[in-house]
């Protein structure tokens, strides 16, 4: 429960997996602590009048108020929404401080794991505005044809519109006005996904059945960058001009074929370097690969340029299928299969059926426990993790490492800047055993 316009001063010492300052309230001395406060908004080094939104035994969750000392690395948001938009939460912390504080948060994260100075940062000089090129916004559309499109305000289901976005690229934000001009397509609410390749942008309206109005409707939307569009409604799907986009971001590897509603990256320039990164980590020349939570191949397309085989495994048939066609077209040694991991993966634990080399980029859920410790039965040389949720990476990087795998590399990307999500990537190798001969 939460007590009536609980309002505190709050010293801010730490930041949160998930962004928010950590601190705990200002007391006179000789008094008790008090319980720690999770503070959104605030940052470390900073003191704040936080208000209360939920209290526990332990802790409690708030919103800054006010600002009563600011840290060095508080800044003026590059947006005028920033305030009120809850799709970048990280506008007021200067790009350079959002890289360390990212650091900072998988290290306090995987403490107990490794040391935490063995949590290193990737560096680049990419943008942090104008990069995203995938987007999921929310639209509601008045009777007049009027339609307010945007992201929702923070922690609330209230629509902020958003005429322009300074984290998009900018032939998104063109195709998006474009949307906005052709309001009849749409339902009275819902969401638009956006993909682009740098030129071209495709959109995906969920919700949309793809009757014949609504069809000549897209039609008539095209242009100006935009090509297509794929209307999905109950069962039906149907695509409005080319709703399939090459992504090619990383140079000499096959391009992936998505669209706007497969996952994809949203920074192409620090994918490259992530894609990069993982392919040298795995060290997989001449070695056979199994890949888990594959998506339509990352990763894939890059590993089976230099793995004897690669098996790739994910559970969303589309994307499977995209990945089989890729393969295909490039001569790449991919074996892709729809299942599921957990299966897979207890299965090979069974049966003794081991791979030189895995890699797995699971989402938020992480592989969980007892998957983490069939994976360390079935991997033999080396594991490559690629996690967006800190937390989950460690409780199953725990479970490798008592099951005899040791932690070697730690790298962060800040894939997402303005926001505190966070790209992790743990290299593991496994421990030598006593009296046994390296495997």
């Known amino acids: 429960m939460v007590r009536p316009m609980t309002e505190q001063v709050i010293n801010v010492s730490s930041i949160a997996h998930g962004g928010a300052g950590i601190g705990r309230p200002e007391v006179a001395e000789g008094e008790p602590a008090g319980p720690t406060w999770f503070v959104e908004g605030a940052l470390p080094d900073e003191k704040v009048l936080a208000k209360a939104t939920h209290e526990a035994k332990r802790f409690v969750r708030g919103n800054v108020v006010k600002i009563l000392e600011a840290a060095p690395s508080r800044v003026e948001p590059p947006c005028a929404l920033a305030s009120t938009c809850g799709g970048c939460s990280w506008q007021h912390v200067a790009v350079a401080d959002q890289a360390t504080l990212k650091q900072r948060i998988v290290a306090d994260q995987l403490?107990?794991?490794v040391q935490p100075s063995d949590v290193v940062m990737h560096t680049d000089d990419a943008p942090a505005l104008g990069y995203r090129r995938r987007a999921r916004m929310h639209y509601e559309r008045d009777e007049d044809g009027t339609v307010r499109l945007g992201f929702f305000a923070t922690a609330s289901r209230t629509l902020v519109d958003v005429p322009q976005c300074a984290v998009l690229v900018p032939v998104l934000d063109k195709a998006l006005a474009r949307l906005r001009d052709h309001g009849a397509l749409l339902n009275p609410r819902g969401e638009v996904h956006a993909l682009t390749d740098g030129t071209d942008v495709v959109l995906a309206l969920p919700g949309i059945k793809p009757e014949s109005a609504?069809?000549?409707?897209a039609k008539a939307a095209l242009g100006d960058g935009l090509v297509g569009i794929l209307l999905r409604g109950?069962?039906?799907?149907?695509?409005?001009?080319?709703?399939?986009?090459?992504?090619?971001?990383?140079p000499g590897v096959a391009p992936v074929t998505a669209n706007a509603l497969a996952f994809a990256q949203a920074n192409a320039a620090r994918n490259a370097a992530l894609v990069r990164h993982v392919t040298l980590s795995a060290r997989a020349e001449g070695a056979r690969v199994l890949e888990l939570f594959c998506g339509a191949g990352n990763f894939t397309r890059a590993l089976a340029k230099v793995a004897r085989r690669v098996w790739a495994l994910?559970?969303?048939?589309?994307?499977?299928?995209?990945l089989r066609t890729l393969a295909e077209e490039h001569h790449l040694p991919i074996n892709a299969k729809r299942g599921a991991v957990g299966s897979l993966l207890a299965s090979m634990a069974k049966n003794d059926t081991t791979y030189d080399v895995v890699v797995l980029d699971p989402s938020r859920r992480g592989l969980g426990q007892t998957e983490s410790a069939n994976l360390a039965e079935v991997a033999t040389s080396r594991i490559v993790y690629v996690s967006c949720d800190p937390a989950t990476l460690a409780r199953d990087l725990k479970v490798l490492v008592e099951k005899g795998w040791s932690v070697d590399e730690v790298t962060v990307f800040d894939l997402m800047p303005m926001t505190p999500e966070v790209e992790t990537v743990a290299v593991l190798t496994r421990k030598a055993r006593k009296g046994a001969a390296p495997r």
């Open 111 to 113: 403490r107990g794991v």
């Open 214 to 217: 609504q069809v000549k409707l």
């Open 234 to 250: 109950g069962r039906q799907t149907h695509s409005v001009g080319r709703t399939r986009l090459e992504i090619a971001d990383v």
């Open 314 to 322: 994910d559970e969303d048939r589309e994307m499977i299928g995209s």
